[in-house]
C-alpha cells in the first residue's frame, strides 16, 4: 500500500496551523469539485484533497498520522506498524462507512478493525448511483433496450472494500427521451448493509452528436448543399431524415441560410414531435472548364446583380 | 429485463434518500434550490431531477462547506455555465456545417 503524503496533497508545510490547511483545503476543494470543473482527473483530484482534510482538518487524525509520518514517504510502500491501534477505535465508526471514497491507505489507519468489535449495525441502503448514457438520435424515435455495464464499489459487513462487482443490464430507454434526462433503474445502484435495501441506479441521457442532424429543442436541422443554378432554378433534392429519405422541393430563387420545415420529422417527445429543418447552402462548383466560364460571364452581363449594395453603403 | 420508473417521493422519503432531517429540507425548498410540486410541505412532490440537483446541492455544501444562499448562487450559475457551453457547442457545431464543404 502506497503511503499518502496528506501535507503535499493539500500543498501545505507539515507546521502549517490549522487556518491554513482550511484555506488550502477550500481553494483545491472548489477547483476541483467534480460539479465545478468537469475535466477529466479532477474527481480523483477532488477524492485525495477530501482524504487529506478528513485527516489533518480534524487535530486527533493529524495527531495520528504525525506519528504514523515517521514510518513512511510519500509513494513508497507503506504497512502499518504491527500494534497500531487506532484511537478512533470501534470498526467503521466514521461516517463514510458504505460508501468510502477513500484510499487503503487511509482505511488501514482509520477504518474499521474487523473481527475485534461486532456491533449491531443498522440497516443502510445502497448508494444511488449516476452514469451517463449515450443515446444516438435514431434510437430516440422508438422505445429502446439498451445494454448498460457498470462498476460498482464492494464492500463487505465491516464497511471494507472488496473488489469490485461488474455489472450488465437491459435498461428499456423510453421513445422520446431528451438531452440531460434522468431514468431511474430501481434497485440496481450500491448494495445496501445490514439487511438495508439497494440503492437506484440513475442514467443520465446524452444525446450523442450526430454527423448530418444538430438538435435544437425537438427540432432537427439538416444543412443541404445547393448547385447555384438549384438555387435560382428550384429543384427536386433527396434529404435524409432520421427515418429515411425523402424528397424535398427547393422552391426557385432560394437563397443560402434559407429554412424549409418538413414537419414531424424531427425528435419525438412524450407530447409533441419535432419539424426537420433543411438549412439551405448554395455551394460554388470546385472548378470551371473553359465553356462554363463563358457561361458565368454571361450570365454576370445578363443578370445586373450586386450582392453588396447594400453592404457598400454601411461602410 | 429492468423496467423504468417516475419518481415522485414525499418529504420524507426524499429525506431518507439524501439523509438529511426534514428542517435542512425546507431550508433547502425555501431558498429555491429545489421546486417541489405541491403547495405544503406534506403535499410535496419531487421529482427525479428535483433529487439529483438536491444531491448536487448537498455535495457542494458539505464539501466546499458553503451556506445554502451560496450554493443557490453556485448552482443557478452552474446551470447558465452549463446552459452556455452547450449553445456555443451547438452553434460551433452549425457554423462548421457552413464552413466545411
Known amino acids: ?315 | 429485463m429492468t423496467t423504468t420508473l417516475t419518481v415522485q417521493l414525499t418529504l420524507e422519503e426524499c429525506c431518507q434518500l439524501v439523509e438529511v432531517p426534514a428542517d435542512s429540507l425546507i431550508e433547502i425548498v425555501e431558498h429555491g434550490i429545489v421546486e417541489p410540486g405541491g403547495g405544503s410541505p406534506d403535499a410535496w412532490r419531487f421529482d427525479d431531477a428535483a433529487l439529483g440537483r438536491l444531491r448536487q446541492a448537498l455535495r457542494l455544501q458539505r464539501e466546499l462547506e458553503l451556506d445554502w444562499q451560496a450554493v443557490a448562487v453556485a448552482l443557478d450559475l452552474l446551470d447558465e455555465v452549463n446552459r452556455l457551453r452547450a449553445e456555443n457547442e451547438r452553434l460551433k457545431r452549425r457554423l462548421l456545417r457552413f464552413m466545411e464543404l
Open chain 1, 1 to 315: 500500500m502506497e503511503f499518502k503524503d496528506y501535507y503535499a496533497m493539500l500543498g501545505v508545510e507539515p507546521t502549517a496551523d490549522e487556518k491554513t490547511i482550511k484555506t488550502a483545503y477550500r481553494r483545491l476543494a472548489r477547483k476541483y469539485h467534480p460539479d465545478m470543473n468537469k475535466e477529466a482527473g479532477a474527481e480523483d483530484k477532488f477524492k485525495e484533497v477530501a482524504e487529506a482534510y478528513e485527516v489533518l482538518g480534524d487535530a486527533k487524525k493529524r495527531a495520528e498520522y504525525d506519528q504514523l509520518r515517521q514510518y513512511g514517504r510519500a509513494g513508497e510502500n507503506f504497512e502499518v506498524p504491527p500494534g497500531w491501534q487506532h484511537a478512533g477505535g470501534f470498526g467503521g465508526q466514521h461516517e463514510h462507512f458504505g460508501g468510502s471514497d477513500f484510499s487503503d491507505f487511509f482505511e488501514s489507519i482509520f477504518g474499521g478493525q474487523p473481527g475485534a468489535h461486532h456491533r449491531a449495525r443498522p440497516p443502510r441502503r445502497g448508494r444511488d448511483i449516476e452514469l451517463e448514457m449515450p443515446v444516438f438520435l435514431e434510437e430516440t424515435l422508438a422505445e429502446q433496450t439498451k445494454p448498460v455495464e457498470y462498476v460498482l464499489p464492494n464492500y463487505d459487513e465491516h464497511g471494507r472494500r472488496q473488489p469490485d462487482q461488474h455489472k450488465s443490464l437491459n435498461v428499456k430507454i423510453p421513445a422520446g427521451v431528451a438531452d440531460g434526462e434522468r431514468i431511474r433503474v430501481k434497485g440496481q445502484g450500491g448494495q445496501g448493509s445490514a439487511g438495508g435495501p439497494n440503492g437506484d441506479l440513475y442514467l443520465v441521457v446524452r444525446l450523442v452528436p450526430h454527423p448530418v442532424f444538430d438538435v435544437d429543442g425537438h427540432d432537427l436541422i439538416v444543412t443541404v448543399p445547393l448547385a447555384p443554378w438549384e438555387a435560382a432554378l428550384g429543384a427536386r433534392v433527396e434529404v435524409p431524415t432520421l427515418s429515411g429519405r425523402i424528397n424535398l422541393t427547393i422552391p426557385a430563387d432560394s437563397q443560402t441560410g434559407q429554412r424549409l420545415r418538413i414537419k414531424g420529422k424531427g425528435l419525438q417527445s412524450k407530447h409533441a414531435s419535432g419539424d426537420l429543418y433543411a438549412v439551405l447552402k448554395v455551394v460554388m462548383p470546385p472548378r470551371n472548364d473553359e465553356s462554363a466560364r463563358q457561361l458565368w460571364a454571361q450570365l454576370r452581363d445578363a443578370a445586373g446583380f450586386d450582392p453588396r449594395s447594400q453592404w457598400s453603403k454601411q461602410a
